[in-house]
């Protein structure tokens, strides 16, 4: 008696700390773009943060990264918003650009994470353990990433086999 049957097999892109590195290496380029447009952070200023934004997202600790630039009174003059995925595996890959933010004399440009949950349900021993191998300080804080009084719009996307970073803009109306 012979039987015949059916084997049905599933693809799934599979992504590797690699394609986490070169898709926050894509991020650094804009990041980097940004802050000499505006004059208001170093080159080794970004390298530091995206090392250790590379540290996080190796662990899928990151959910959100957002870049605010402010004028010299505080007001959010534009932001860029980068959702992190592990399921970007139809997403095709594009260049860094559209990052000729205004030159801010006085002003600041702010880097905000929004963790996940596996990050948010580390202990305070790990946590600890984690900060000691960084290169800044991370703090936490509370702040509206919503924008208000800015509009969204699809910028562009990051991806490596199936590992991405969807860009939104927020500019003034």
Same mark, same amino acid.
């Given at each position: ?5 059916? /084997? ?11 394609? /986490?590195?070169? @898709? !926050? ?5 804009? %990041?980097?773009? +940004? ?5 208001? &952070? ?12 590379? @540290?996080?997202?190796? &662990?899928?600790? /990151? ?13 959010? *003059? ?5 959702? !992190? ?14 990052? *000729? ?9 702010? *880097?905000? @994470? ?7 349900? !580390? ?6 353990? +984690?900060?000691?191998? !960084?290169? +800044? ?5 509370? +702040? ?9 719009? %699809? ?14 803009? %927020?500019?003034? *109306?």
């Amino acid at each position: 008696m012979s039987t015949t049957g059916t /084997i049905t097999y599933e693809a799934t892109a599979t992504y590797s700390v690699a394609d /986490i590195k070169r @898709v !926050l290496d894509n991020f650094a380029a804009e %990041f980097t773009m +940004i802050s000499q447009a505006t004059g208001l &952070r170093t080159r080794e200023y970004v390298e530091s943060m995206v090392s250790d934004l590379k @540290v996080f997202a190796e &662990r899928e600790y /990151i959910s959100h990264i957002h870049l605010i630039l402010y004028d010299s009174a505080g007001k959010e *003059l534009r932001a860029a918003r980068y959702t !992190l995925s592990d399921v970007a595996q139809n997403w095709a890959h594009q260049n860094p650009g559209n990052n *000729l933010w205004p030159r801010t004399p006085g002003g600041d440009l702010r *880097l905000y @994470v929004s963790w996940t949950q596996k990050y948010l349900g !580390l202990s305070e021993t790990t946590l600890a353990g +984690i900060n000691q191998s !960084l290169n +800044i300080s991370w703090q936490k804080v509370s +702040i509206d990433l919503s924008h208000p009084g800015l509009v969204s719009q %699809f910028d562009r996307r990051f991806a490596s086999n199936g590992y991405g970073m969807e860009k939104h803009d %927020f500019k003034a *109306l």
